[in-house]
């Protein structure tokens, strides 16, 4: 197929004066080569395009593709990771992954929890934080995780985002609105075991490629999966794979992970964040359908070749995945995931 490539690569942003943690969720350019050289190592022609405006500017010149492997984060507003998918639907052109509804619900961290809780898959309970004058409505139990509502990466979050009163909580929702300009998520604090979760496939084909649990190290920021414990992650984590079939607490984490995947429709692959309460029972933390895909440094790939499979063949799974929603009128008409 002839593939066109849409990313946000992070260096075009740094040099037009965005920050480091402004530009966290872009990609480097050596995730854009690894998945180029993948896509080609598999039988495709590959264009890259690069983010929204040049994808507006390349389709405004009448270019065209077989379908396009989206990984584009976007910058601005709760719809930012919708804008190419949205694009691409109006062109009828077909991409790799969710589409606009899921990615507009999976960034709203409180609408996705509405979904779940609707959906009866356990996620811990939550109020959001809109004004100063909203933090007198939380009545949840102390302690208490505060984050940005609609970001990724661990944005917002270091090791004061355990909250262990109110005055703290005002304190803390008072800079995350004046930093991020959005609501604050406040929901309650899960102690126990860390897990993410990768799932492939969509709808009935869908299935959990594997389970990482993230293990801080002694000089990592304290208590929480943070921005800071994420962007070094190399050097202040350990990510151990564990199968279900040797842990319960696993198995029963993969379990509510496909049931999670399923109510908000996600597509082609994803990963999902799981912590544990008190009890060590799991919970559904964040669902991110747009994972990142550097080979060694993102979760969703460290889950598939920990588990024995290379990057390539991830590629050509999201590929195959993708090509099966492909009308036989007039496109080609690629395998399905369950051949690769």
């Known amino acids: 197929m002839h593939i066109g490539f849409t990313y946000d690569l992070r260096a075009d942003y740094l040099a037009a004066g965005y920050g480091e943690e402004e530009t966290a969720e ?5 995730t854009i080569e690894a998945i180029e050289g993948a896509l080609c190592e598999i039988g495709h022609s590959v264009v890259r395009i690069g983010h929204v405006r040049n994808l507006v500017d390349r389709l405004a010149a009448g270019d065209r593709w077989d379908m396009v492997f989206n990984i584009c984060e976007g910058l601005h507003g709760l719809g930012r990771e919708a804008q190419v998918p949205s694009i691409l639907d109006a062109y009828e052109i077909p991409y790799t992954f969710s589409d606009p509804a899921v990615l507009c619900l999976s960034l709203d961290k ?35 995780i505060a984050k940005p509502l609609a970001e990724g990466t661990g944005k917002g979050v270091d090791a004061g ?23 604050v998520l406040v929901e309650r604090f899960l102690p126990g075991r860390e897990f993410t979760v990768a799932v492939v496939g969509t709808a009935t084909e869908a299935e959990v490629a594997g389970s990482l649990e993230i293990l801080l190290r002694a000089k990592a920021e304290p208590g929480v999966y943070s921005y800071v414990n994420k962007e070094q992650c190399e050097e202040l984590c350990d990510f151990r794979l564990i199968r279900a079939a040797d842990d319960t607490a696993v198995a029963e984490a993969e379990q509510i992970c496909l049931a999670a995947w399923e109510a908000i429709g996600g597509r082609d692959a994803g990963r999902i964040d799981v912590r544990c309460d008190e009890n060590g029972r799991p919970q559904i933390m964040e669902i991110n359908p747009l994972a990142g895909l550097h080979p060694t440094h993102s979760d969703l790939p460290m889950i598939w070749t920990a588990v024995g499979r290379d990057y390539a063949d991830l590629i050509r799974y999201i590929v195959a995945s993708a090509g099966s929603r492909i009308s036989a009128s007039g496109l080609p008409q690629c395998a399905t995931a369950a051949d690769v």
């Open 110 to 144: 409180a609408l996705t929890k509405t979904v779940l809780r609707a959906a009866s898959v356990p996620t811990p309970d939550w109020n959001v934080v809109k004004t100063l004058t909203d933090i007198d409505q939380v009545r949840l139990p102390f302690p208490v």
């Open 26 to 30: 872009f990609d480097q350019l050596g």
């Open 161 to 183: 985002s355990k909250i262990m009163d109110r005055h703290r909580l005002g304190q803390v929702c008072e800079r995350l609105l004046q930093t991020f300009e959005q609501p």
